[in-house]
């Protein structure tokens, strides 16, 4: 999706802003290395990254990227040098506040009116997230939130 989004022409209408929040664990045989080596074994990141990065300098899509890693903790020391500029890491799993938070915006004024979310991912994590958004989104959430499970 944010693929096809990355390469569409300039005219076509895209989203203003996409939130990306991706759950995680780190590969088991990370070695040693810097954060960006360690992180580009997580699946798809490498690609996510590099669509970022390329939106950044073209300005068409205003994208962000929070990584939620659920074994954080095991490699406490990945972050010691700080963390990379083109996303934000998050220890633990994906809360209700952070599906909050970018479905629908923080502060007073919430507004989900020209939300869409997209979902995938493991049948029971999907099932959960589908479930949360919808309710989040309000009336019309079943139409705007569309998902895919794997395996």
Known sequence: MLSHLNNNEPH???PKTI???YSSRLPQHQGTGSADAILDQVLFLPRLRQIIRSQESSH???ISLDLFLTDLASSSDL???GSPSDLKIHPGRISDHDLRS??????DELDSQGTVC???GPPDMTDSI?????AILGDDGEQRVFFEKWW
């Not at 970018?102 to 502060?107: C, D």
């Open 60 to 62: 068409r899509l205003r």
């Open 102 to 107: 970018a479905a629908v915006g923080t502060g």
């Open 19 to 21: 939130h990306i929040l």
């Open 118 to 120: 997209y979902v995938c």
């Open 12 to 14: 076509t209408p895209n």
């Open 79 to 81: 972050l010691s040098s």
């Open 130 to 134: 589908v479930e949360k958004l919808v």
